[in-house]
């Protein structure tokens, strides 16, 4: 969901805003010879960037964009996998680093966790999701199952109700596919599935010619919903090229493991061997 808004709003938005001097200087560096990056997604399930203090993250994807051949690969990390957090005794779920020292936390941890050098971080929040599905004229997905769900104290309030099938989402409803996560029969493993089918139906739809004129009217979403201390010079170039990567130059992967019961509490437990192996194909250049 968060790569969505970052290969589209940061490619199509991002580019409105450079181009209209809102962002700072064009000239700012923009001849730096690096063609990458590598930054850890994090979406929050709150109504705006001010009501993020002290929340978990919802989702979490470790995504590397190589501008050279207009390619990204991510790394899908479930919420409740098993890790240390610096500065916290005992175990505890990686959606909790957040929580416990905001996207600073988020990032040492997944780069102690995976081992890799890693800096950046690009904050989002679902409101700007309802609103870009909105402006694309919803997102065609093929709903796995029913989904019913209701959370009165959830922020905002939560009511699920999706019949299974293939059916075009309006942004309220994408919401709700997108935060559907108890009714999985492998758990948040089945959840990731669900988000990485929703985002290439969601760059499909907003790459179209009729779509592209319409994101830079996001501007406003784009700086209340979306935190990232990534450099204006590196989103200088990858807003120059980030309109030309598709579906096909897109490789979702998801950290490998299963799921268990720990003092009556659900975590997931990584393989290491396995994570390791990934890491090393994914992302070579990072390791430390």
Same mark, same amino acid.
């Given at each position: 969901?968060?790569?969505?808004?970052?290969? +589209?709003?940061?490619?199509?938005?991002?580019?409105?805003?450079?181009?209209?001097?809102?962002?700072?200087?064009?000239?700012?560096?923009?001849?730096?010879?690096?063609?990458?990056?590598?930054?850890?997604?994090?979406?929050?399930?709150?109504?705006?960037?001010?009501?993020?203090?002290?929340?978990?993250?919802?989702?979490?994807?470790?995504?590397?964009?190589?501008?050279?051949?207009?390619?990204?690969?991510?790394?899908?990390?479930?919420? /409740?996998?098993? +890790?240390?957090?610096?500065?916290?005794?005992?175990?505890?779920?990686?959606?909790?680093?957040?929580?416990?020292?905001?996207?600073?936390?988020?990032?040492?941890?997944?780069?102690?966790?995976?081992?890799?050098?890693?800096?950046?971080?690009?904050?989002?929040?679902?409101?700007?999701?309802?609103?870009?599905?909105?402006?694309?004229?919803?997102?065609?997905?093929? +709903?796995?199952?029913?989904?019913?769900?209701?959370?009165?104290?959830?922020?905002?309030?939560?009511?699920?109700?999706?019949?299974?099938?293939?059916?075009?989402? /309006?942004?309220?409803?994408?919401?709700?596919?997108?935060?559907?996560?108890?009714?999985?029969?492998?758990?948040?493993?089945?959840?990731?599935?669900?988000?990485?089918?929703?985002?290439?139906?969601?760059?499909?739809?907003?790459?179209?010619?009729?779509?592209?004129?319409?994101?830079?009217?996001?501007?406003?979403?784009?700086?209340?919903?979306?935190?990232?201390?990534?450099?204006?010079?590196?989103?200088?170039?990858?807003?120059?090229?980030?309109?030309?990567?598709?579906?096909?130059?897109?490789?979702?992967?998801?950290?490998?493991? /299963?799921?268990?019961?720990?003092?009556?509490?659900?975590?997931?437990?990584?393989?290491?061997?396995?994570?390791?192996?990934?890491?090393?194909?994914?992302?070579?250049?990072?390791?430390?």
């Amino acid at each position: 969901m968060s790569l969505i808004l970052f290969i +589209v709003a940061y490619g199509i938005i991002g580019h409105f805003i450079l181009d209209n001097g809102l962002g700072g200087s064009k000239d700012e560096n923009v001849s730096d010879s690096k063609n990458e990056i590598l930054f850890l997604l994090l979406g929050i399930d709150a109504q705006d960037s001010e009501n993020e203090k002290g929340a978990r993250t919802d989702t979490m994807m470790l995504v590397k964009v190589d501008l050279s051949n207009e390619s990204v690969n991510v790394l899908s990390i479930p919420r /409740d996998t098993k +890790v240390n957090i610096d500065g916290r005794s005992g175990i505890s779920k990686i959606n909790a680093a957040h929580a416990y020292g905001g996207p600073e936390l988020a990032v040492k941890t997944v780069k102690e966790l995976l081992g890799l050098n890693l800096d950046y971080y690009v904050k989002v929040d679902y409101t700007i999701v309802e609103e870009a599905v909105d402006k694309i004229g919803g997102v065609e997905v093929d +709903v796995p199952q029913d989904m019913y769900y209701e959370d009165p104290t959830a922020d905002p309030p939560l009511v699920i109700d999706l019949k299974e099938g293939k059916q075009v989402l /309006d942004g309220q409803k994408s919401l709700q596919f997108l935060r559907f996560r108890k009714g999985y029969k492998d758990a948040d493993l089945g959840r990731i599935r669900a988000q990485q089918q929703f985002i290439k139906a969601f760059i499909e739809q907003a790459l179209r010619p009729k779509n592209l004129v319409k994101l830079p009217t996001m501007v406003p979403s784009y700086y209340r919903n979306v935190d990232t201390n990534i450099p204006m010079s590196s989103l200088t170039k990858m807003a120059l090229k980030a309109r030309k990567i598709n579906t096909d130059n897109i490789t979702l992967n998801t950290l490998p493991g /299963d799921g268990k019961w720990i003092n009556r509490v659900s975590y997931f437990i990584y393989n290491k061997t396995e994570m390791d192996a990934m890491v090393r194909e994914l992302f070579s250049e990072y390791i430390y």
